[in-house]
T-cell receptor, first 108, second 114 residues
Framework: GIQVEQSPPDLILQEGANSTLRCNFS?????LQWFHQNPWGQLINLFYIPSGTKQNGRLSATTVATERYSLLYISSSQTTDSGVYFCAVDNYGQNFVFGPGTRLSVLP | NAGVTQTPKFRVLKTGQSMTLLCAQD?????MYWYRQDPGMGLRLIHYSVGEGTTAKGEVPDGYNVSRLKKQNFLLGLESAAPSQTSVYFC?????????????FGPGTRLTVL
């Protein structure tokens, strides 16, 4: 089956810094989604982005499906950005395959 | 809209006990899913449903059963709970399409099996 890798596995930032999270996948996909899991365990939809670029406030994402990767950019990070960021891809099936996540800690 | 809701939020079981987790969605979505998340890991699909009356196995279906008697509800059952089923369970739903569209997740159910 399709493999999903995320890097880095862990990231520590000072408040105000910028960061880039990466998601690589091993096969063609037609859908991709980024989630933020907050420290209370809630999964929050960030982007539904099978291709192209989207922006929402301080966050933006770019997916290049032909090269099998997606990037999530966080600018001017805040402590509330802490948590785990997952990407999930749909490999033409009926469900998503999740990556292992990037754990982000933003320090005040 | 409440979105996707899950009942209960927390549960502790003894080995061998049974229980049912309820997922409800009010978005008229055709597709519904049950995932489990173990500590430090991503989510893994247990079972899913592409419509009322239909279910299918996901990546880790053993030890679980599901039912989709009504479009808005998706039930996950554990007939004889085992400690290996200690996990956080998430339900999700999505609209229909040729491929899976955006998924919307519930708040999760934390289950501990002693």
């Amino acid at each position: 089956g399709i493999q999903v890798e995320q890097s880095p596995p862990d990231l520590i930032l000072q408040e105000g810094a910028n960061s880039t999270l990466r998601c690589n996948f091993s096969d063609s996909v037609n859908n991709l989604q980024w989630f933020h899991q907050n420290p209370w365990g809630q999964l929050i939809n960030l982007f539904y982005i099978p291709s192209g670029t989207k922006q929402n406030g301080r966050l933006s994402a770019t997916t290049v499906a032909t090269e099998r990767y997606s990037l999530l950019y966080i600018s001017s990070s805040q402590t509330t950005d802490s948590g785990v960021y997952f990407c999930a891809v749909d490999n033409y099936g009926q469900n998503f395959v999740f990556g292992p996540g990037t754990r982000l800690s933003v320090l005040p | 809209n409440a979105g996707v809701t899950q009942t209960p939020k927390f549960r502790v079981l003894k080995t061998g006990q049974s229980m049912t987790l309820l997922c409800a969605q009010d978005m008229n979505h055709e597709y519904m899913y049950w995932y489990r998340q173990d500590p430090g890991m991503g989510l893994r699909l247990i079972h899913y449903s592409v419509g009322e009356g239909t279910t299918a196995k996901g990546e880790v279906p053993d030890g679980y059963n599901v039912s989709r008697l009504k479009k808005q509800n998706f039930l996950l059952g554990l007939e004889s709970a085992a400690p290996s089923q200690t996990s956080v369970y998430f339900c999700a739903s999505s609209p229909p399409g040729l491929a899976v569209n955006e998924q919307f997740f519930g708040p999760g159910t934390r289950l501990t099996v002693l």
